[in-house]
Every structure is written in structure tokens, then in C-alpha cells.
């Protein structure tokens, strides 16, 4: 028998499958508190829960939990990158980072990636499975478990195409962001794209709380093409029309991320296209130093990147630079995951 994803579930239906079981409803609540509260990944943890209802728990339900195999932590910044193992062997990536106002956490959505952007280490390898919403909040869960420090936001922007696991994230934000369990505010969860159209504007309908950040890197057809396949499916008109159909239906201001790549994307020209592209638009971009892969020879520098910056903002531009966090530690997504694996 196929056991089910406990973590997944909301309480609702967590009250509907004990019942079903012959169990009293009330105790729903008790083993939610213990997965979402206490961070539980162990039924035999739950000291208030009958043995008999714990065997029960056990035949029918997994905790679908994940298992450090590889911690780095940087001397620089106290960044913190965690290689997890799944349940099935599978590898993903999370970061935890600190800033002034609250510890900010990066998670996957996915086993590798299938959308080939070329400056992106986690599709190198290939694509192999979603995660399930229950995988995505245990990297939280067992981040905060593992460093002691509590989470104050979530960045879905980790291994993998979030809107490529749209029911998954959607179930994850409605878990993460619930008041019986670990009640983290949307406003304070951004979840990236690359830019899968039909998915934002599924998104839109939903009008949920979260911020939306587009990874739009390229103000031209032809060079985001070269970078980044998803737009020979969904070009940047497609894109940006449905980010302006997004944020006329949410009211949220989209960020839009953009990884400056030395002669390829930083001109002039390209600012000039970019204030065209989102003129009307409430808006933010954030402009990345873009990671060195071995496999790709895009360089930039952080001097270039404050440079584009300056001149964006003199154009109107609603334009900042990323802080760098991590770098000795190399905690862009996707890096630590190949190596491990090769």
C-alpha cells in the first residue's frame, strides 16, 4: 500500500483522512501542531498521541522529511547551504541566509530543472522529479531544526522552475502561510519564474499575498533566447503583458531579476529597453552579479553591476544590486548538488 504524504496535507484534510480511519477528528489538530509547529519527522516524537493511533499513523501516512548529507556555512556572512537527501536518493539545495530584519530561506521546487537557462547550474544535469509541497516545507522545517535560527522569509528561487510544480508550490504556500501551523505571511514569500506564461496568469486568478520575481535577464528577444529556451515558447511581450495583467489584478509589485553578464546584457541600450518594457509598472529589479559555472565562461563583476545600477536609476528605474551573500561557499543553487552527485 501506498502511503500518503502526511506533511502535505492541510488540516482539513488531514481531519478528513483520520476520520475516514475511524479516528476522532480532534486529533487532526494535535498531529498538525507536531509536523508544522514542532517539526516533528517522526511519528514515535508525538508524546501525546495514543501508540495505537501512532501504528496507524504509521501504516497509513509517510513524513516525506529530508536528511542533510553536506553542510557549508560561510566565514564571511554566516550563509548556510545545506546539500539534503530525499526519501528516494534524490538531491536538492537550500540556503539559509542572514539579514538585519529576519533569517531569509532559498528552497528547490524541483530534482534539477527542465527550463536550460545557460548561466543556471541546477539544469546541467538534467531534469528528474517535482517535489511535493511536504519536501518543500522540510527543507524549512529541518533548516531551522539544523542552525537553530527561525525563518522569517522564504524565497522560492532554489533548484528547479516553481511554476513548473504549480500544484505543489500553491499547496506549499497555502501549508507555509497557515495560522495552524507555522503562519509565515505571503507578503513575505517570493516565488520566481522564468517566465511560464499560462502559470502566472493562473497565479493572477489566485490572488495570493506573496510577491511575484521574474527572471527576466535580456531586454531583447534574440538574447534572452540565446540564455534562456523558455522564451522561444513564451517571448518577452507574452511576459511582460501578462506581468502587467498580474499586477493589475493583485496590486503587487513585481521584482524582476536580472543577471548582468558582461557584453551581453549590459548596455545602455538594454536600460533604455528596459525602462520601455516596464514603463507603467510598479516595479523592482534586482540586478545580479552573474555566477561563474565551469561550464559557461559569463563573467561580471560587482563594480559593473552597481555601475548598471546608477545608470538605470538615473533613467527612472526602480533598480538596486543584490547583496552577495555566501560567496566562499559558492551558494548559487545548483553547484553543490553536482558535484555531490558526479
Not at 487532526?28 to 508524546?47: C, G, P, R
Amino acid at each position: 500500500m501506498e502511503k500518503t504524504d502526511i506533511l502535505s496535507l492541510n488540516l482539513k484534510q488531514l481531519q478528513q483522512e483520520l476520520t475516514n480511519l475511524g479516528q476522532q477528528k480532534f486529533r487532526a489538530k494535535q498531529i498538525y501542531s507536531w509536523l508544522h509547529i514542532k517539526n516533528v519527522n517522526d511519528f514515535e516524537q508525538m508524546t501525546d498521541i495514543s501508540k495505537s493511533l501512532i501504528a496507524i499513523l504509521k501504516e497509513h501516512f509517510c513524513i516525506n522529511s529530508v536528511k542533510a548529507v553536506k553542510k557549508l556555512q560561510s566565514r564571511q556572512d554566516n550563509t548556510i547551504k545545506y546539500l539534503y537527501e530525499l526519501n528516494d536518493g534524490n538531491h536538492v539545495e537550500t540556503v539559509l541566509m542572514e539579514y538585519n530584519h529576519a533569517n531569509s530561506i532559498c528552497v528547490s521546487t524541483q530534482v534539477g530543472c527542465k527550463m536550460g537557462c545557460r548561466f543556471c547550474a541546477s539544469t546541467i544535469a538534467g531534469f528528474k522529479r517535482n517535489l511535493t509541497a511536504g519536501e518543500i516545507l522540510s527543507q524549512i522545517y529541518m533548516a531551522e531544526k539544523e542552525s537553530g535560527k527561525k525563518v522569517g522569509s522564504i524565497v522560492l528561487m532554489g533548484i528547479g522552475e516553481p511554476l513548473d510544480n504549480f500544484d505543489n508550490v500553491v499547496k506549499f504556500l497555502e501549508l507555509i502561510s497557515d495560522q495552524n501551523g507555522h503562519n509565515i505571511s505571503q507578503r513575505h514569500i517570493s516565488v520566481s519564474t522564468c517566465g511560464v506564461v499560462p502559470n502566472i496568469k493562473k497565479l493572477e486568478q489566485l490572488k495570493l499575498g506573496i510577491t511575484l520575481s521574474i527572471s527576466l535577464h535580456a531586454t531583447t528577444n534574440k538574447n534572452r533566447s540565446e540564455i534562456m529556451p523558455v522564451n522561444n515558447k513564451y517571448n518577452i511581450e507574452e511576459l511582460i503583458s501578462a506581468c502587467k495583467d498580474y499586477f493589475e489584478t493583485t496590486k503587487r509589485r513585481i521584482s524582476f531579476e536580472y543577471s548582468l553578464i558582461d557584453g551581453v546584457n549590459d548596455s545602455i541600450e538594454d536600460i533604455m529597453r528596459l525602462k520601455k518594457l516596464l514603463g507603467g509598472m510598479v516595479h523592482h529589479i534586482n540586478i545580479i552579479p552573474i555566477n561563474s559555472i565551469k561550464e559557461r565562461n559569463f563573467k561580471s563583476t560587482r563594480e559593473h553591476a552597481c555601475k548598471f545600477c546608477e545608470t538605470a536609476k538615473k533613467h527612472g528605474l526602480n533598480a538596486t544590486v543584490r547583496r552577495t551573500l555566501g560567496a566562499d561557499i559558492d551558494a548559487a543553487c545548483g553547484q553543490l548538488r553536482r558535484e555531490y552527485e558526479i
